[in-house]
T-cell receptor, first 119, second 114 residues
């Protein structure tokens, strides 16, 4: 079974600064996907960024980027130029490769990190 | 508009009540999910439906009964719940069999069992 650990229950950052959220995972799989989801007060889970484990290049999506260290099983999220709208709960998630072919995405989530961006 | 709509947004029910949560997706997806989100715990996958067929029941108590009449609608029927069932219930959908298809979530139903 896979586990995902987010060791930072809460973090805060000043507007326009950079913050990094950490995530580690445990798996015996070699092919998998990793995700960061954001859940603002509206409660909707929104996909922020994803990484395929077979890709060495770190994924980037505008102000969001990841530091994927496969050997260390680490997958941190960096938010640059933080904005007030980035205030949300952030969840790291893991999915085995190939599971989509049978039953669609099956994500294992971490406990989440509450990020507050201060003005 | 999220593409995945959940109703009601909030629900308070007694332990002897029977109620249902509804989820509807307008994204043309063929797989739908129920997740339970409790405070300070990871999201827990409850049920998976693929092409209207239940493909996974993650050891959920029988007081939760899912129903998927078609690929666009998903229900969660609730009866004789316990206070520890109070949580945010999230519905999600995706395209099974499509490479790299992410989950799309609804806004959830906040359930309080009294």
């Amino acid at each position: 079974a896979q586990t995902v650990t987010q060791s930072q229950p809460e973090m805060s950052v000043q507007e326009a600064e950079t913050v990094t959220l950490s995530c580690t995972y445990d798996t015996s799989e070699n092919n998998y996907y990793l995700f960061w989801y954001k859940q603002p007060p509206s409660r909707q889970m929104i996909l922020v960024i994803r990484q395929e484990a077979y890709k060495q290049q770190n994924a980037t999506e505008n102000r969001f980027s990841v530091n994927f260290q496969k050997a260390a099983k680490s997958f941190s999220l960096k938010i640059s130029d933080s904005q007030l709208g980035d205030t949300a709960m952030y969840f790291c998630a893991f999915m085995k490769h190939g599971i989509q072919e049978t039953s669609g995405s099956r994500l294992t989530f971490g406990e989440g990190t509450q990020l507050t961006v201060n003005p | 508009e999220t593409g995945v709509t959940q109703t009601p947004r909030h629900l308070v029910m007694g332990m002897t009540n029977k109620k249902s949560l509804k989820c509807e997706q307008h994204l043309g997806h063929n797989a739908m999910y129920w997740y339970k989100q409790s405070a300070k715990k990871p999201l827990e996958l409850m049920f998976v439906y693929n092409f209207k067929e239940q493909t996974e029941n993650n050891s959920v108590p029988s007081r939760f009964s899912p129903e998927c009449p078609n690929s666009s609608h998903l229900f969660l029927h609730l009866h004789t719940l316990q206070p520890e069932d109070s949580a945010l219930y999230l519905c999600a959908s995706t395209t099974a069999g499509a490479y790299n298809s992410p989950l799309h979530f609804g806004n959830g139903t906040r359930l309080t069992v009294t």
